[in-house]
């Protein structure tokens, strides 16, 4: 499994598009903080916070993830190798946990650089050092935790076509409407008491309760649910070959 999830991150790096979607990633992100004329700009708020990352992260993953883990599955359907892949010393969860956490150390990568947001705005803070760390970590687990989801969402829709592209937008798709699908049907309040659950199942209200930078066991859970959920969906899906 370790190999297999060596060689997917391999793979990944080599390719052309591996570099351009992280480059786009913190593009998207430093113009938003940096450059363009918004409430996201920094500079123009004339506040040091780290918060417009943690806003304008989650709609770039809708689409850096995606692009990730487009070729999981479609692209081993498509070159026929995927019967060759299936047949290796590994079981059909092996696999797709190489393929996964290879997806998630791509998206960790991605991250990693903007550290260097936090240090310019930990300098930028007056007095220097005067921005809520604490909470600032907070946000980070929560965004890893999206991003977690969004991988597991990603190569569920690999997995069941073998065309990256129709991979890609189904992957959009689902992310979109997990993320912010339940909260436009709460918003709608036709469901009276029940309203407030069907918040609690899209992506976005365990998200923002974790980007407050308070770590609650019950948004955890919903986290690992969903991925666990996707995970045994895409084993599902490699198994109907044998049905």
């Keep these: 499994m370790y190999t297999l999830l060596k060689k997917e991150i391999r793979s990944f790096l080599s390719s052309l598009i591996g570099y351009i979607t992280i480059i786009v990633f913190l593009l998207v992100i430093s113009l938003s903080m940096w450059v363009w004329k918004s409430d996201s700009n920094v500079l123009d708020n004339g506040y040091a916070t780290i918060e417009p990352l943690f806003i304008i992260a989650p709609w770039v993953f809708l689409f850096l993830i995606p692009a990730i883990t487009m070729r999981s599955f479609a ?6 190798t995927i019967e060759l892949l299936l047949t290796r010393p590994l ?3 092996q696999i797709i946990l190489a393929k996964y956490f290879a997806g998630f150390v791509l998206v960790l990568f991605s991250l990693l650089p903007t550290l260097i947001y936090y240090y310019s705005i930990h300098r930028l803070g007056n007095p220097i050092g005067n921005i809520d760390t604490g ?3 907070g946000s980070y687990i929560g965004l890893l935790f999206l991003g977690a989801a969004f991988v597991s969402i990603g190569i569920f829709a690999s997995a069941i076509t073998d065309n990256q592209v129709v991979s890609f937008i189904l992957a959009v798709f689902l992310s979109f409407m997990i993320y912010t699908g339940f909260d436009f049907l709460s918003s709608f309040a036709l469901f009276g008491k029940i309203d407030n659950i069907i918040l609690a199942l899209g992506i ?3 998200y923002v309760s974790m980007s407050r930078g308070v770590i609650d066991t019950r948004d955890v859970i919903y986290f690992a649910s969903l991925i666990v959920l996707f995970i045994f969906g895409t084993r599902t899906v490699l198994e109907s070959r044998k049905w």
Excluded: F, I, R, V
């Design 75 to 80: 692209d081993e359907k498509k070159a026929g």
């Design 204 to 206: 976005n209200s365990h």
């Design 135 to 137: 909470g600032m970590w």
């Design 91 to 93: 079981t059909d969860l």
